[in-house]
């Protein structure tokens, strides 16, 4: 086993004591981000950079495997193009950073810095789409938005993140539903399979669907501290921006029609996710899929013959299945090594000394379990194989028991109040579908309905906080 806790870096604030300051001390330690001169802009170091570039490429392959393109769209908007949807610009407005000036001179209308490209790139679509033949219009982009936010945490809530955002247009409603759920089942496996973050999937309530959208599809993952994470979204826009922004085509029948619209994305505030699922009180805890470093090689005794180039034959034999990388300095301790490369949360550390050497094995850590096995060298590309697979695997139970033990089925107001102030989590019961009593319930306890899960459950036949016909199942949660 590894060290005690005790025995482990101060600089890291216990989870239980205070988890903002953990998860603020764990990007900071750990070389993930840092703070800019302007409030709200984090600069992601390279560490994790490497994080959303793992990302990037699991969910661009998804993607154009299913037929989508990639193009880029202005950052500036003009603010006419924005005052052509009311509904849209009354929900972004807050939040809107605008260029007023060029150098000296004032510009002769605003321009809006993305907060997100539903109206430039309706404004495209107009010019490009003529027939029913041209249709499906699948494109994503990856960029930059910003959205100015009054209070900010690095990943979680920044006014400038990067981004996917998809848009398509279709010739029916169907065609354009069957997207929406595609994509979010996408983002499902993605945050799943990719990340060993459970989720919950379903529909937003129309209170907290996407301003415009004709319905918006959400997962919803369980943080450590019991918060709930809105971790991707998918939105079914209808004809919503479509008729808005006079995108026609000749359909078969030779009539001009509006197409459906949808637009969906996932953003770098995924990171913040992963760090808030499986982080522990020694820093970072990441899953191989996802990790910039899957394994670290740490030579004991370099300055002993053989031992620095054995290390580096281990890291031959590894570099072409794993990302891997060998720390061979010589001012570092073992031991400071060990600690470093557990606060960044690599996966597995491959620890080969003299003796190691002599007996023809090599010692292999786990960072989820803090567990050390011996391998035989000759095995040793394959046991590190099955046990990066066994790391993915066990994270993903872990972390969905911990969901589990924090979702709680309540049949009250005083008890979703009694469970939002003392243990925090998810909270199911039974909804009339009134938006008072769902407004009743965020004013009072600031807890939203996360989502209206696909999954249902019939817990009762009337909703527990007003006493209405019951409609369906909700989750409930405090929210990032």
């Not at 809107?96 to 150098?103: D, F, I, K, N």
């Amino acid at each position: 086993m590894g060290k005690s806790k005790s025995q482990f870096v101060s600089e890291i604030t216990p989870m239980d004591e205070d988890f903002a300051q953990w998860y603020t001390d764990v990007i900071k330690k750990t070389d993930m981000v840092d703070y800019s001169s302007v409030k709200g802009f984090m600069v992601i170091k390279h560490y994790g950079y490497a994080v959303w570039e793992n990302i990037q490429a699991h969910l661009n392959k998804r993607f154009k495997d299913t037929g989508h393109k990639n193009c880029y769209f202005p950052l500036l908007i003009p603010e006419r193009l924005l005052q052509k949807e009311a509904e849209h610009v009354e929900g972004f407005a807050p939040e809107v950073a605008w260029v007023t000036h060029a150098g000296k001179e004032k510009l002769a209308e605003r321009l809006c810095i993305r907060p997100t490209s539903e109206t430039i790139i309706c404004e495209m679509y107009a010019k490009w789409l003529k027939s029913y033949r041209d249709l499906p219009f699948l494109y994503n982009q990856w960029c930059n938005v910003v959205r100015w936010e009054k209070s900010t945490r690095p990943f979680l809530r920044t006014s400038e993140f990067l981004w996917q955002e998809g848009h398509t247009l279709h010739e029916t409603y169907d065609e354009a539903q069957e997207e929406t759920i595609k994509i979010l089942n996408i983002y499902r496996e993605m945050a799943e399979e990719f990340l060993a973050m459970p989720v919950l999937v379903g529909k937003k309530t129309e209170k907290e669907r996407f301003a415009g959208a004709h319905s918006t599809y959400t997962m919803e993952a369980l943080m450590h501290d019991g918060k709930a994470l809105q971790a991707g979204t998918s939105h079914n826009l209808g004809q919503h921006f479509t008729k808005a922004f006079d995108i026609e085509f000749l359909d078969r029948d030779g009539e001009l029609k509006n197409p459906y619209h949808t637009s969906w994305g996932v953003s770098t505030r995924l990171i913040g996710g992963i760090i808030m699922t499986h982080g522990d009180d020694r820093g970072l805890v990441f899953p191989p899929k996802v990790a910039p470093i899957e394994v670290v090689i740490v030579p004991i005794a370099t300055q002993k013959e053989g031992v620095k180039e054995k290390a580096a034959e281990l890291f031959e034999r590894l570099k072409n299945t794993t990302r891997v990388e060998l720390d061979d300095r010589e001012h570092y301790s073992p031991g400071w090594k060990f600690n470093e490369w557990e606060m960044k949360g690599v996966p597995v550390r491959v620890e080969i000394g003299p003796k190691d050497i002599e007996k023809g094995q090599a010692v292999l850590f786990r960072r989820d379990t803090l567990e050390k096995t011996i391998v035989a060298l000759e095995d040793l590309e394959k046991e590190v194989t099955r046990l990066l697979d066994d790391i993915q695997k066990n994270l993903l139970y872990k972390a969905k028991r911990a969901r589990d033990e924090k979702t709680f089925y309540v049949q009250s107001f005083e008890e979703l109040k009694d469970i939002m102030s003392t243990k925090q989590g998810f909270a199911k019961a039974m909804w009339c579908e009134d938006p008072e009593c769902e407004e009743r319930i965020k004013r009072e306890l600031g807890v939203t309905i996360r989502c209206i899960p696909f999954e249902q459950e019939k817990l009762g036949d009337s909703c527990p906080f007003c006493g209405k016909e019951a409609k369906e199942m909700v989750y409930y949660a405090k929210a990032y």
